[in-house]
T-cell receptor, first 119, second 108 residues
Framework: QVQLVQSGAEVKKPGASVKVSCKAS????????MHWVRQAPGQGLEWMGW????????NYAQKLQGRVTMTRDTSISTAYMELSGLRSDDTAVYYC????????????WSQGTLVTVSS | EIVLTQSPATLSLSPGERATLSCRAS??????LAWYQQRPGQAPRLLIY???NRAAGIPARFSGSGSGTDFILTISSLEPEDFAVFYC???????????FGQGTKVEI
């Protein structure tokens, strides 16, 4: 069965960086796109960007350009999302989610990783 | 950027009742619209894709309709587990970028 398992919760200081991992299993990792979506406490969903695990190509939300980097390690079927220059409003649950192609809906989601930014 | 507006913000209903949720796009998105359910403390779950196609394993009481700018998610008869927040999602043409509506909470 398809599973997306993320790394554990993080607490970071303002200005720091955080790197969250998403390990995929139950399907061919390079055959699907991986997206990252975040959700601030009590708020809605915000799409952050996608990575094509096969080619490494990425596309980021304009709001996060320059601060977010998505990478992958195909040898261990894992995608990564790194966010730099953390601010308090980056405090959120970060999800990875899979899509069949770059233009389709997100059919499987991870359990999420809480990132807290606090001094 | 296309903006999705969901209404109402909160829907108060009883089990067995019919729920009708609306999602309006600021410009046409054809049928590139999906619906997700998020229960408290859980990740979102895909319900409907391409406006009207139920995802695998989703009960038949969930249905989606619409095209262009106006979309509806209908839950024909609410079960206790259906009370949650529902989000619509659309993508832009190229490069593909996604936006979500602000959500509709269906509460008992």
């Amino acid at each position: 069965q398809v599973q997306l398992v993320q790394s554990g919760a993080e607490v970071k200081k303002p200005g720091a960086s955080v790197k969250v991992s998403c390990k995929a299993s139950g399907y061919v990792f390079t055959g699907y796109y991986m997206h990252w979506v975040r959700q601030a406490p009590g708020q809605g969903l915000e799409w952050m960007g996608w990575i094509n695990p096969k080619s490494g190509a990425t596309n980021y939300a304009q709001k996060l350009q320059g601060r977010v980097t998505m990478t992958r390690d195909t040898s261990i079927s894992t995608a990564y999302m790194e966010l730099s220059g953390l601010r308090s409003d980056d405090t959120a649950v970060y999800y990875c989610a899979r899509s069949t192609t770059v233009t389709t809906h997100f059919d499987y989601w991870s359990q999420g990783t809480l990132v807290t930014v606090s001094s | 950027e296309i903006v999705l507006t969901q209404s109402p913000a909160t829907l108060s209903l009883s089990p067995g009742e019919r729920a009708t949720l609306s999602c309006r796009a600021s410009q046409s998105v054809s049928t590139y619209l999906a619906w997700y359910q998020q229960r408290p403390g859980q990740a979102p779950r895909l319900l409907i894709y391409d406006a009207s196609n139920r995802a695998a394993g989703i009960p038949a009481r969930f249905s989606g309709s619409g095209s262009g700018t106006d979309f509806i998610l209908t839950i024909s008869s609410l079960e206790p587990e259906d009370f949650a927040v529902f989000y619509c999602q659309q993508r832009s043409n190229w490069p593909p970028r996604w936006t979500f509506g602000q959500g509709t909470k269906v509460e008992i």
